[in-house]
Each structure stands twice: as structure tokens, then as C-alpha cells.
């Protein structure tokens, strides 16, 4: 049964609004610098998701229902689920709950959580051409870069960039020496050939580009530049040689030109777009967002034939850095001091009606009605409706 469930999962992630009624956000900036956010979803009956809105899900529960376990599942009326909770951006997170239906529950581990999300990209694949497989070195390449935490990476980079000794910080300064190589070789502890490396940032090249068309390009994303995923990879998979590992990701540049591809081609032929196009699409839009986001996930057993509530809260250091900063543009730095301005990441369209509340009981902090904005990944200003002046006042 635990592939059976793993299906669902997939099921479930791909079809977020079949399942989530409602969205309800609270976000409380409780001082200057910290803020504290609680998500209540509420789902509707599972039993009735799959007779009334996702028909694909039929087969899957009646085996599960029929399986070995069935009796005790018809006497309890739960299902033993992996079930996706939020997605959160890939930011230090603190005093992180998360219930189910009134029961704690905890999420997977995030090596676990990044097999997982490799294993949802051949889902996806599946879902544009079901004759298309992933090999397994392109699957641990995947988990890899979904799981890679850019911590060490930052504090290289910023040591790398700003060492102590001034010549060398004169020196790399002049040359704008790139972090990635030295990284490399620091967290593998051996060297990378000149040729081999070239290699892969041509193949990463065309990987990056592909990213940054749908979401805001930034230094911590593996999914960018999964040349920092590197390490860890060669730690999952040592019998690799660096030639190998230009063919992975040579493989992955292929496959999202291949997802790209098929994706546009409604565009090109000015037609609506296919299922198998638009699957195309969230695979693309998928394998970008994770390089930011990372989906909180629980094994746990929810009701089949009543709704159930999830309910997830956080505290969050409260991010003054431009989302622009990583593009070293001395202009957006120096605006950055001069008009500090907060931000902060929430999820929309991931239920039928999403609510979102701000709170701010420190009277020494307040909203500015003007200058808060909404935006897209890739930075773009959403459209609002238009302000309504009152009259009377």
C-alpha cells in the first residue's frame, strides 16, 4: 500500500482545490522584526472529492479500501494518508506546529521530503508522456537539488566574497571570481577539472534561464544552479565521475526543454492548450518554485467521510532584503537602505477561496496603504482592484 499512498499524495498535491474548501491566513507582525502566521485549511470528505471532483482518484481508493487493510479503515472511517499541508519558502522557521483533524502531526524529514518531490516531478512527466521515464541519477540529482539547503552555501559565499586578508578580498573583487567552483571542491574535498566544470555551467546555463522566466532569480536556489546541489549529490552517488555528472545534468536541461517546449507550443500554434500542455506548464512551474519553496508534508490518518481542518503555525523573521538583491545592482543595494521595505511569502490559489488577515498589535509599527504591493514570483505587480475613495470622510 505505500506506493498506493505515495499516488495519492500526488493525486492530491496536483489538485490542490479539489480537496481544500477553504484557506483562512492569519499573519501577525509582532514586533519590528519577527512575525507569527497561522494557516487554517479546510478540506471537504475525501469520499465525496472523489465521487464529485476528481474522478482519477476512484481507482486508487477503492484498491486502497479493497487492500488487506480495508476492514479496519471501513470500521475506524480513516484512511492512512501522506498528505501535503503548506508550502513554505526556504527560510529559518521557528516554534513550526502543524495538526490534522486535532492530532499533531509531523512532517517528513527533509531528505525524505526531497525523494518525495523528485518522485512528484515523474508524476508530472508522466502526466505530459506516459512512455517518458526519468533515469534513477537524474531522480537523486532532483532530490538533491529539492532538499539542498543553502545555509554553508551562504556563509561560503559571503566569506568567499569578503575575506579577512584584503588582498584576496582586492583580488577576487577584480576578477569577480565565481564561489561555485572553489564550493565545489571544498565540499567534495577534490578537485573539479577546468573542462568538466565549463561543461556543466553550459548545461546549467540553459537551466537557469529557463528558471528565471518564471520566478525571480536568486543565489540560494538549487534549482537555478544546481551546480551547489553538486556535493551533496556526489555524496548520494560517489561512483560518479564528473563526466557522469555532466550527462545528469545534461539530462535535466533536456527535460525541462523538452517540458518548455511542449508547453509553448499551444502559444506558437495559437490554440487553447491541451491537458498534456498544460501539465507540461506546472512541471516547468514546478521544478522553479522548489528551488524556493519546499512542501511540508505528514504521514498521518484523516477521516474519509467527513471534512477535517489542517492547521499550521510558524514564527518568521521578518526579510528588508529586495528579493532583487542577488543580481549585485549597486542601485536596488543602496535603495535598500534608504527605504528598507518588508516582505513576505503566502501562497494563493491552493484552495477554492484563499483569506488572508494582518494583524499588527505593536503600535509602533503600522501599514502603509500605499506602498503595499502584491507580486508574482517573478516579481511582477498583480493586478488590484481599483481604491475606493470615501466620499463622506
Known amino acids: 500500500m505505500p506506493d498506493l499512498i505515495e499516488e495519492l499524495a500526488f493525486l492530491m498535491l496536483s489538485h490542490l482545490p479539489a480537496w481544500r474548501e477553504r484557506s483562512v491566513e492569519q499573519i501577525e507582525l509582532t514586533d519590528a522584526l519577527w512575525s507569527a502566521r497561522e494557516r487554517v485549511i479546510e478540506t471537504k470528505a475525501l469520499d465525496q472529492v472523489v465521487e464529485q471532483e476528481a474522478p482519477g482518484w476512484q481507482p486508487a481508493l477503492r484498491e486502497a479500501i479493497g487492500a488487506p487493510a480495508g476492514e479496519q479503515i471501513a470500521r475506524s472511517g480513516t484512511f492512512p494518508l501522506l498528505i501535503p499541508l503548506v508550502s513554505l519558502p526556504k527560510d529559518p522557521i521557528f516554534d513550526f506546529r502543524m495538526s490534522v483533524d486535532g492530532n499533531q502531526v509531523f512532517r517528513i524529514t527533509r531528505d525524505d521530503n526531497g525523494d518525495l518531490q523528485a518522485r512528484y516531478m515523474t508524476y508530472l512527466v508522466r502526466k505530459v508522456d506516459p512512455a517518458r521515464m526519468l533515469d534513477d541519477k537524474l531522480i537523486a540529482l532532483l532530490s538533491c537539488v529539492f532538499s539542498f539547503y543553502s545555509g554553508t552555501w551562504e556563509s561560503f559565499r559571503t566569506l568567499y566574497r569578503r575575506p579577512n586578508h584584503p588582498v584576496r578580498f582586492a583580488t577576487n573583487l577584480l576578477r569577480r571570481a565565481d564561489p561555485v567552483h572553489p564550493y565545489i571542491e571544498a565540499r567534495r574535498g577534490n578537485e573539479v577539472d577546468g573542462d568538466d566544470y565549463e561543461d556543466w555551467e553550459r548545461a546549467v546555463g540553459a537551466v537557469s534561464r529557463l528558471v528565471r522566466n518564471h520566478c525571480l532569480g536568486t543565489y540560494r536556489s538549487a534549482t537555478e544552479n544546481p551546480l551547489i ?48 500542455e498544460k501539465a507540461a506548464g506546472e512541471l516547468i512551474l514546478t521544478y522553479a518554485t522548489y528551488g524556493r519553496r519546499w512542501e511540508a508534508m505528514a504521514k498521518c490518518y484523516v477521516p474519509l467521510h467527513r471534512p477535517f481542518k489542517i492547521i499550521v503555525y510558524e514564527r518568521r523573521l521578518i526579510r528588508f532584503d529586495s528579493p532583487k538583491s542577488s543580481r549585485n545592482n549597486p542601485f536596488v ?9 518588508a516582505h513576505y511569502n503566502v501562497s494563493f490559489g491552493d484552495a477554492k477561496s484563499n483569506h488572508l488577515h494582518v494583524r499588527v498589535p505593536d503600535q509602533h509599527v503600522q501599514l502603509v496603504a500605499r506602498s503595499c504591493q502584491t507580486r508574482k514570483d517573478t516579481w511582477q505587480k498583480l493586478p488590484t482592484p481599483p481604491r475606493i475613495r470615501d466620499e463622506a470622510g
Request: aromatic letters at 8%; a positive charge; charged letters at 35%.
Open 333 to 341: 543595494w543602496l535603495w535598500e537602505q534608504l527605504f528598507p521595505r
Open 229 to 276: 546541489a553538486i556535493p551533496k549529490f556526489h555524496r548520494r552517488a560517489p561512483a560518479l565521475n564528473d563526466q557522469d555528472i555532466t550527462g545528469v545534468l545534461n539530462d535535466l536541461k533536456d527535460l525541462l526543454r523538452w517540458a518548455q517546449g511542449v508547453a509553448d507550443r499551444p502559444r506558437r500554434e495559437n490554440r487553447p492548450a491541451r491537458e498534456h
